[in-house]
């Protein structure tokens, strides 16, 4: 094949009648009316037509034709015609030609397909069958197929577009994009590290990196002035949706600059990313401090897309004689609430009492709230009989009450369950309520975080250690005054999501030695850990400061996918498994050895392992399951005839690899091939055993599957 040639299937149109074209990519889909057929032909760019007759195509060709599958690999020659009137198929943007085939060679062929890849129905107006019904870990098991859909395509090719947006930009910023290490040494981000062991230095570690920051930093004291990098970070975290264990940063960070520096840069940054998604964002982006975010939504970020901010409300119950508010104000408590506009017919007594009150709000982490509903003018609930005429005036006049509002209110000794447990609460509302507009995006910088947050044995950093606090001269053994130093660090948040973060940082070692010490790090502590670093700064350190954006995360929100895994080539799946691969997996004992890995835990990896002999001692073994005398024998059939099945199951299984999750049978088989009836199905004898049916399916054992 000339592939000088070749030209793509969406780029032929009306234009292109009776031109000669070379086409290359995948039957998409077929139509067979005997004699004549039909499939779409699919590239990167789309599909086009394709039609095999014996009109125009010699018999040989004709049969050739016949034996195409879905998916098969193809190249072929043809003549672009108009098509016949009332055949046409305005979905396809090449939908008023097709393509009259007179070569075709077969490049390679398909197996039968685990689930659809086809996303435009050869008639117009048809329905095609989407992925839905595969589940995600078949998805991600065959992802290279997965990735062949065009919506996939279309992601990744979007993703390369922001991607290249931002480098355009940033280099006509005077950015440089250097590359930084992976393996490394730990930086910390709060997150847990993955070690990657030294072969060349038996028991030591390197660790890859939960971001360049210290690498950063150096390249500022080396005067590379303006830094950025699109990079790969990993953080081993618990599993949380939409987190990735490993995931890409944008990652910058520029020298003699100062806060309004980023704001100006990432929001013009940020405008032009999403506009490659058509979307538009207004700038300049709102501000609004940690404490403000904190006190009126509950969050460090805050969706701003809707209102029911939060309203102050313990000043008004100072002198009250109701017990549970009267209680928690003596013990330093606080009181605050929302004012749900006109909402009161959607919020009935019965959903605010026994859903709310009772089952939600506590979910949430506080111990109750109380709820009013305004009905003429007044105020109605369970409780309301408790508060003076005084105190029922104060209450409508502060959360601005009218008829058809509903006021909730949340009070708790601990201010912090009170704001967070009222933030739950309004997100919780936003969604039941509907009350978040479609296709908005609000944009936020969060600022004036507190640098440091208190822990159970002393403090931590907010951020990371190396964020520059609002004032130098603090005295790193005072608890109190060092909870009370803010941070000059700042978030953008978009809709309630954290985009991306940074900080103006410390460049005089002695300041970052205090926080260091405040950090309760021994003077061998931070030399080991970060002696290198601190000596770095005392050479001449630039003041600087930097930001890195959660790539994936604002892919994913351009492109509205309904998680981060959808923006990525090859995503692990919820418990941090790859499918494809089998990443993780375990290695040879001899791989341990060269490693120097044996003999930091002895010649047995696992205690007691290799005084365990027989199937029944280690299954009690592994399971920690105590198994009686007189179970033995039986245990001991049962466990031999599943080693037997299991045996028997692996040998009948060929070459292909498992399913783990049910597919469509019609997604097993070629359109061609004959479904007969077992004999064993009308006797009931097939699936006798399965424990119960859902749908048209039988639900097997997994192992069966
Ligand atoms: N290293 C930080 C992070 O990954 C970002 C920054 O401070 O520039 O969150």
Redesign the pocket.
């Known amino acids: 094949m000339n592939h000088q040639e070749r030209v793509p299937c969406a780029g032929l149109g009306l234009s292109h009648i009776d031109r000669e074209v070379l086409l290359a990519g995948w039957v998409d889909a077929l139509r067979d009316h005997g004699e004549l057929l039909f499939i779409h032909l699919r590239d990167r760019s789309g599909v086009v037509q394709v039609v095999f007759s014996p009109e125009f195509a010699d018999p040989q060709l004709c049969k050739a034709a016949s034996s195409l599958r879905n998916e098969f690999c193809i190249a072929l020659r043809g003549r672009v015609r108009k098509r016949d009137p009332g055949t046409e198929n305005p979905h396809i943007e090449t939908g008023f030609i097709e393509v009259a085939a007179t070569e075709l060679e077969i490049l390679s062929r398909s197996e039968a397909l685990p689930f659809p890849i086809s996303e435009k129905a050869m008639v117009a107006g048809a329905a095609t069958r989407g992925t839905d019904s595969a589940s995600e870990e078949i998805r991600l098991q065959y992802r290279y197929l997965d990735l062949r859909r065009p919506t996939m395509q279309d992601r990744l090719i979007k993703r390369h577009r922001i991607i290249k947006v931002a480098r355009d930009f940033l280099d006509e910023r005077g950015f440089l994009e250097i590359e930084t290490p992976m393996l490394t040494k730990s ?1 910390p ?1 709060g997150a847990r590290d993955y070690l990657v062991p030294s072969r060349l230095h038996p028991g030591c570690f390197y660790a890859l990196p ?4 210290l690498f ?1 930093q150096l390249l500022m004291v080396s005067g590379f002035e303006r830094y950025f990098q699109i990079v790969r ?1 990993f953080r081993d975290e618990d599993l949380r949706p939409n987190r990735q264990p490993e995931f890409t ?1 944008l ?3 520029a020298s003699f600059i100062d806060e309004a520096f980023w704001y100006d840069l990432i929001e013009e940054l940020l405008v032009r990313m999403f506009a490659v998604g058509g979307v538009e964002m207004a700038r300049p982006f709102p501000r609004m401090t940690y404490d403000e975010a904190m006190d009126t939504m509950g969050s460090d970020r805050p969706d701003t897309r809707f209102g029911l901010r939060f309203v102050e409300a313990t000043d008004l119950f100072r002198d009250t004689s109701y017990g549970i508010f009267r209680q928690i104000l003596q013990r330093g408590g606080s009181i605050k609430g929302i004012n749900i506009k006109g909402q009161s017919e959607k919020l009935s007594k019965n959903v605010l009492q026994n859903e709310y009150a009772k089952e939600i709000v506590p979910g949430f982490g506080a111990k109750g709230m109380t709820w009013m509903r305004v009905v003429r003018g007044d105020l109605e609930s369970n409780i309301v009989q408790f508060f003076n005429r005084d105190e029922q005036r104060a209450i409508r006049e502060r959360f601005d009450a009218q008829d058809g509002d509903v006021i909730i209110m949340i009070a708790d000794a601990a201010n912090g369950t009170v704001v967070s447990a009222l933030g739950q609460l309004r997100l919780h509302l936003a969604e039941r309520l509907k009350l978040i507009p479609e296709g908005v995006f609000s944009p936020l910088w969060v600022t004036d975080f507190p640098l440091f947050t208190a822990t159970e044995t002393g403090i931590a950093s907010s ?2 250690p ?2 520059s606090p609002d004032r130098t001269d603090f005295d790193p053994t005072n608890r109190e005054e060092l909870l009370s130093l803010r941070s000059r ?1 700042y978030d953008v948040v978009v809709n309630g999501e954290e985009l ?4 103006i940082r410390i460049h005089d070692p002695q300041v970052q030695g205090k926080i260091f010490s405040a950090l309760g790090l021994t003077q061998t502590d931070v030399e080991e850990k970060f002696g290198f670093f601190l000596k770095a700064l005392a050479y001449g350190a630039p003041p600087h400061g ?3 954006l959660g790539m994936d995360r604002v892919v994913s929100m351009i492109l509205s996918s309904d998680s981060i895994r959808e923006v990525m080539a090859f995503p692990k799946n919820r418990s941090a498994y790859c499918p494809l691969t089998q990443a993780p997996s375990a290695v040879s004992r001899d791989q341990l050895k060269e490693l120097g890995l044996l003999e930091s835990g002895g010649s047995a990896p696992l205690p007691g392992a290799d005084h365990r002999q027989g199937l029944l001692e280690t299954l009690s073994w592994v399971s920690r399951i105590a198994i009686n005398e007189n179970e033995r024998t039986a245990i001991a059939d049962a466990l031999e005839e599943a080693a037997r099945q299991a045996d028997q199951v692996r040998q009948n299984a060929g070459e292909e690899a498992p399913l783990f999750s049910v597919s469509a049978p019609m997604n097993r088989m070629r359109a061609r091939d004959e479904a007969r009836r077992s004999p064993l199905a009308a006797s009931g004898d097939l699936f006798k055993n399965a424990p119960a049916m859902k749908g048209n399916y039988f639900k097997v054992a997994g192992i069966l599957e």
Do not use: I, R, V, Y
């Open positions: 930086t981000e939960q971001s360049p920051q950063k970070c940063q990652d910058l960070e951020h990371h190396f964020t660090a991306g973060g940074g900080s930097g930001l890195a």
